[in-house]
């Protein structure tokens, strides 16, 4: 077996911001293993390792040199290599010559020559000294910066390169740093610079010297650690996947502590104490075991434990400083109530040309009562004014001191100002619900108001939108509309809700007085398409691509689609499916040729064509309310007594009869029988095998 060692590389930056390293030592995984194939290097597991000042590649097991390679290349035809003789032409020995092989290494087969050539493997070592800065250079970032007179772009300035494969240093030079076997250390605790001798003792050498490079291994120190901070303070550490993946990038040598704040502001509600603390000051809130929340917090430092008291101090002061703006915010937002707050809506622009806040909220209130309506029974007179309600006062915060300097808080203080005003619960809930999900993995709304509320700002949002025709593309959301419309979807199905949406959106366009009739078509087909694609994702987890593709073509009734495609799985695994379809399929085909469905009963002259109209009416009408019910596996069973008339028609009815109006009727009767079908699925979408 061939020798191999271990690769290092290390870039050495400013630092980068804790967003985007994920996404960077990802990035670098895939261009390391694409850059090592396409060389023909072969390699154990690469592992990317990153903190702030970091970004670090570990690759087991380099084999010391390229893989040989021996490839086959075409010359010229046996009638221009070889004369008569058997001797090579000029041609044959010039294409040899260009080969770099002998002319009497030439091989003749299925009337060519070919030259056998064969390379042999590089050292290793002199590829990396192209390959590393290559991949260096390909790296790419949101955002960019340049410095000096340099034309390099990367996230920080580089300030140092370790480039080492095994003891050996690999020689290189990106943006006037020349790559070594020196690294630096942590900016405070430890002396600065260190050497690395080998590849083999990077990870060691780093939390020598206070850089903890594994950020595996960081995250559980910080876990760790919080949690054992926070039980000796008699809590327990709310510790959120976000919170911790930022911290995690932020420090290099992780130590957690604890701090106070004055229990006073344990008044505010807890939401307007853990946002400031959270997503302002990144700290973690603590909780007692019955989910109260506590005057503590804790905070990670980027550093030891040395001066802990004045840590704490400075974190104490920045929070309280938080705290007091919240408790102002609050107090004087106390001054109004929803309603109060809800007339300075008039003030603010819900989007260019589509008037204030306060117009939206009044649309709000239409679509609400418009979905209450075509739910119908699903929902009771209380759970519909409760949806009025939140929707006349869902957007009122928007406006309040405490939204206006912690907008994360959109909904949430919606809520708790709306239980204040003495609002009922449900209408409380539903002013936060219905932002819901608020980011991916987020829950859906749970009470009924909620939901109703959800959709509605949701649609109008998605309409209003589409409206100015600004529909995404590409990666360009800037509203957010896909994560909307995944929400609209899931909400749905998750409700057991059948509505139509074309009639919803035809509402919303109305509301939002979109008179240009062509305007709204394309606008409904817009909608429908978006609504498509994400309908089509959801299925895609789960179901097979042509059942998704034969229910996905009307998509009005986005939860009776998933109730079809259900169906037609469960369907396509009895055993008469194949034959059942291929006779649906054959009715598919020749309806296309029909103009009308409207049948002349005393046009049907021959026994299997009276048996099929038979058939098809008593079916029809069982059938049809089967799938009104939206019962798709009773329907399909009802459907499949038609597939033995469809089968003896086709078998004895000449369809294109000489006679016209009988051919017109027979046609007729089979589009009938075809929209039927079309009810449930496009069945020549499904790929059978009999």
Same mark, same amino acid.
């Given at each position: 077996?061939?020798?191999?060692?271990?690769?290092?590389?290390?870039?050495?930056?400013?630092?980068?911001?804790?967003?985007?390293?994920?996404?960077?030592?990802?990035?670098?995984?895939?261009?390391?293993?694409?850059?090592?194939?396409?060389?023909?290097?072969?390699?154990?597991?690469?592992?990317?390792?990153?903190?702030?000042?970091?970004?670090?590649?570990?690759? #087991?097991?380099? /084999?010391?040199?390229?893989?040989?390679?021996?490839?086959?290349?075409?010359?010229?035809?046996?009638?221009?290599?070889?004369?008569?003789?058997?001797?090579?032409?000029?041609?044959?020995?010039?294409?040899?010559?260009?080969?770099?092989?002998?002319?009497?290494?030439?091989?003749?087969?299925?009337?060519?020559?070919?030259?056998?050539? !064969?390379?042999?493997?590089?050292?290793?070592?002199?590829?990396?000294?192209?390959?590393?800065?290559?991949?260096?250079?390909?790296?790419?970032?949101?955002?960019?910066?340049?410095?000096?007179?340099?034309?390099?772009?990367?996230?920080?300035?580089?300030?140092?390169?370790?480039?080492?494969?095994?003891?050996?240093?690999?020689? *290189?030079?990106?943006?006037?740093?020349?790559?070594? !076997?020196?690294?630096?250390?942590?900016?405070?605790?430890?002396?600065?610079?260190?050497?690395?001798?080998?590849?083999?003792?990077?990870?060691?050498?780093?939390?020598?010297?206070?850089?903890?490079?594994?950020?595996?291994?960081?995250?559980?120190?910080?876990?760790?650690?919080?949690?054992? +901070?926070?039980?000796?303070?008699?809590?327990?550490?709310?510790?959120?996947?976000?919170?911790?993946?930022?911290?995690?990038?932020?420090?290099?040598?992780?130590?957690?502590?604890?701090?106070? *704040?004055?229990?006073?502001?344990?008044?505010?509600?807890?939401?307007?104490?853990?946002?400031?603390?959270?997503?302002?000051?990144?700290?973690?809130?603590?909780?007692?075991?019955?989910? !109260?929340?506590?005057?503590?917090?804790?905070?990670?430092?980027?550093?030891?434990?040395?001066?802990?008291?004045?840590?704490q101090h400075g974190n104490e002061r920045v929070l309280k400083a938080r705290l007091e703006d919240a408790q102002f915010f609050f107090n004087e937002d106390r001054k109004k109530n929803l309603d109060q707050h809800r007339e300075k809506l008039k003030t603010v622009v819900f989007q260019e040309s589509l008037g204030s806040m306060y117009e939206k909220t009044q649309r709000l209130v239409k679509?609400?009562? #418009?979905?209450?309506?075509?739910?119908?029974?699903?929902?009771?007179? +209380?759970?519909?004014?409760?949806?009025?309600?939140?929707?006349?006062?869902?957007?009122?915060?928007?406006?309040?001191?405490?939204?206006?300097?912690?907008?994360?808080?959109?909904? +949430?203080?919606?809520?708790?100002?709306?239980?204040?005003?003495?609002?009922?619960?449900? +209408?409380?809930?539903?002013?936060?619900?219905?932002?819901?999900?608020?980011?991916?993995?987020?829950?859906?709304? #749970?009470?009924?108001?909620?939901?109703?509320?959800?959709?509605?700002?949701?649609?109008?949002?998605?309409?209003?939108?589409?409206?100015?025709?600004?529909?995404?593309?590409? /990666?360009?959301?800037?509203?957010?509309?896909?994560?909307?419309?995944?929400?609209?979807?899931?909400?749905?199905?998750?409700?057991?809700?059948?509505?139509?949406?074309?009639?919803?959106?035809?509402?919303?366009?109305?509301?939002?007085?979109?008179?240009?009739?062509?305007?709204?078509?394309?606008?409904?087909?817009?909608?429908?398409?978006?609504?498509?694609?994400?309908?089509?994702?959801?299925?895609?987890?789960?179901?097979?691509?042509d059942v998704i593709d034969a229910v996905i073509y009307d998509v009005d009734d986005i939860y009776a689609v998933t109730l079809k495609a259900t169906a037609l799985e469960q369907f396509l695994a009895t055993t008469e499916a194949v034959k059942n379809i291929q006779s649906f399929v054959r009715v598919s085909n020749i309806a296309k040729k029909a103009e009308t469905d409207e049948v002349a009963?005393?046009?049907?002259?021959?026994?299997?064509?009276?048996?099929?109209?038979?058939?098809?009416?008593?079916?029809?009408?069982?059938?049809?309310?089967?799938?009104?019910? #939206?019962?798709?596996?009773?329907?399909?069973?009802?459907?499949?007594?038609?597939?033995?008339?469809?089968? /003896?028609?086709?078998?004895?009815?000449?369809?294109?009869?000489?006679?016209?109006?009988?051919?017109?009727?027979?046609?007729?009767?089979?589009?009938?029988?075809?929209?039927? *079908?079309?009810?449930?699925?496009?069945?020549?979408?499904?790929?059978?095998?009999?």
């Amino acid at each position: 077996m061939a020798e191999t060692k271990n690769l290092l590389l290390e870039i050495g930056t400013e630092e980068i911001p804790a967003h985007v390293m994920p996404l960077i030592l990802i990035q670098l995984k895939d261009l390391a293993e694409k850059s090592f194939q396409e060389s023909r290097i072969e390699v154990g597991e690469v592992q990317t390792l990153g903190t702030p000042r970091r970004i670090s590649m570990l690759v #087991k097991n380099v /084999s010391e040199s390229q893989a040989d390679v021996e490839e086959e290349k075409r010359g010229p035809s046996a009638k221009i290599a070889f004369y008569a003789d058997g001797k090579l032409t000029k041609a044959a020995i010039g294409f040899a010559r260009g080969q770099k092989i002998n002319p009497e290494d030439l091989i003749t087969r299925d009337g060519y020559v070919y030259a056998v050539v !064969k390379e042999g493997g590089k050292k290793t070592s002199e590829i990396l000294k192209t390959l590393l800065p290559e991949i260096i250079c390909k790296l790419n970032f949101p955002n960019n910066m340049r410095w000096g007179n340099l034309d390099f772009k990367f996230i920080r300035p580089l300030r140092w390169i370790v480039a080492l494969l095994g003891d050996e240093v690999i020689p *290189f030079e990106v943006a006037n740093v020349q790559s070594g !076997k020196i690294s630096r250390g942590h900016r405070v605790l430890s002396q600065g610079e260190f050497v690395i001798d080998s590849a083999d003792d990077y990870v060691d050498a780093c939390e020598k010297n206070f850089v903890i490079v594994d950020q595996n291994q960081r995250r559980a120190m910080i876990t760790a650690q919080i949690e054992a +901070v926070a039980k000796e303070r008699g809590g327990k550490a709310e510790i959120s996947e976000e919170l911790l993946e930022e911290v995690l990038y932020l420090v290099e040598y992780p130590t957690a502590l604890a701090g106070d *704040f004055e229990i006073k502001y344990l008044n505010l509600p807890p939401d307007a104490v853990i946002t400031p603390m959270r997503d302002h000051q990144r700290y973690f809130p603590v909780k007692t075991a019955d989910g !109260k929340l506590m005057p503590i917090f804790i905070t990670v430092r980027n550093g030891g434990k040395d001066y802990l008291d004045i840590v704490q101090h400075g974190n104490e002061r920045v929070l309280k400083a938080r705290l007091e703006d919240a408790q102002f915010f609050f107090n004087e937002d106390r001054k109004k109530n929803l309603d109060q707050h809800r007339e300075k809506l008039k003030t603010v622009v819900f989007q260019e040309s589509l008037g204030s806040m306060y117009e939206k909220t009044q649309r709000l209130v239409k679509l609400s009562e #418009k979905i209450s309506e075509m739910l119908g029974e699903k929902v009771s007179a +209380v759970e519909r004014q409760n949806a009025i309600r939140a929707a006349e006062i869902s957007k009122a915060d928007l406006v309040t001191g405490m939204v206006t300097e912690f907008t994360e808080l959109q909904g +949430v203080m919606g809520r708790e100002y709306a239980k204040l005003d003495g609002e009922i619960s449900e +209408v409380a809930t539903a002013i936060d619900e219905h932002y819901m999900p608020r980011f991916a993995g987020d829950s859906q709304p #749970k009470t009924t108001a909620g939901r109703i509320l959800s959709l509605a700002d949701k649609v109008d949002n998605i309409v209003a939108t589409f409206s100015r025709g600004l529909v995404p593309t590409g /990666s360009q959301d800037p509203f957010a509309l896909r994560r909307q419309a995944l929400g609209i979807v899931n909400m749905l199905v998750e409700s057991n809700w059948s509505i139509s949406m074309t009639e919803l959106v035809e509402t919303s366009l109305d509301l939002l007085k979109v008179t240009d009739k062509v305007g709204r078509e394309k606008i409904q087909n817009d909608f429908a398409e978006f609504m498509k694609l994400r309908l089509k994702n959801i299925l895609s987890d789960s179901t097979r691509y042509d059942v998704i593709d034969a229910v996905i073509y009307d998509v009005d009734d986005i939860y009776a689609v998933t109730l079809k495609a259900t169906a037609l799985e469960q369907f396509l695994a009895t055993t008469e499916a194949v034959k059942n379809i291929q006779s649906f399929v054959r009715v598919s085909n020749i309806a296309k040729k029909a103009e009308t469905d409207e049948v002349a009963e005393n046009l049907i002259r021959l026994e299997a064509e009276q048996v099929l109209y038979k058939a098809f009416e008593a079916v029809q009408v069982v059938a049809g309310e089967l799938i009104d019910k #939206k019962d798709f596996i009773g329907a399909l069973d009802a459907l499949k007594k038609l597939s033995a008339p469809i089968d /003896s028609f086709f078998d004895s009815v000449m369809v294109m009869d000489e006679d016209l109006q009988i051919r017109k009727n027979r046609l007729a009767l089979l589009k009938s029988v075809d929209e039927l *079908f079309a009810r449930i699925a496009d069945f020549g979408k499904l790929v059978v095998n009999g």
